[in-house]
């Protein structure tokens, strides 16, 4: 019992669940953005494989979501790894897990934008450099959230 009262007070526990929240909400997140434009990939992909290189590079756009996700828990499980994660680094950990996880939350209408730019780069090639604009536009909210997620662990040193 000691041992649990010990580990929660280091603020370990807490910090296992910033890395968890952060990889997970992210990662589900980004599979189901990834899913939506997938799709329609394939689908335009099926009508003329010449529209493969620019439905597969439109498609991957929601994937970065996870990558911030990714990183975030990296930088957490270090934290923990150093055995120095006290109980306010831990907070600071289950606060950044939750910006990057769920400003992540934005690869899901990421991906219908994404689904809409490869049908019209299916039907008009011309399109492609202005409807990326459109695909990054949802983006703006996780690079936000992961910028502040990286602030709060440096300022908690918790790396």
Do not use: H, W
Not at 7 to 29: D, P, Y
Not at 93 to 100: E, Q
């Amino acid at each position: 019992m000691s041992l649990l009262i010990d580990t929660l007070a280091s603020g370990t526990v807490l910090a296992c669940a910033g890395a968890m929240i952060a990889i997970v909400v992210s990662g589900i997140s980004s599979a189901k953005g990834l899913g939506i434009s997938g799709n329609a990939a394939a689908g335009v992909t099926a009508e003329d494989e010449k529209n493969f290189s620019s439905a597969l590079i439109l498609e991957s756009l929601p994937q970065t979501q996870v990558v911030y996700g990714f990183i975030i828990a990296i930088l957490i499980v270090v934290g923990i790894m150093g055995g120095n994660m006290t109980l306010e680094k831990g907070l600071f950990s289950i606060v950044a897990g939750i910006i990057v996880g769920f400003t992540g939350l934005s690869a899901i209408p990421q991906g219908k934008v994404a689904a809409a730019s490869i049908g019209a780069v299916a039907k008009n090639e011309k399109v492609r450099g202005k409807v990326l604009v459109f695909i990054v536009m949802p983006e703006i909210a996780a690079l936000f959230g992961f910028v502040i997620s990286i602030l709060l662990l440096v300022s908690a040193k918790v790396f």
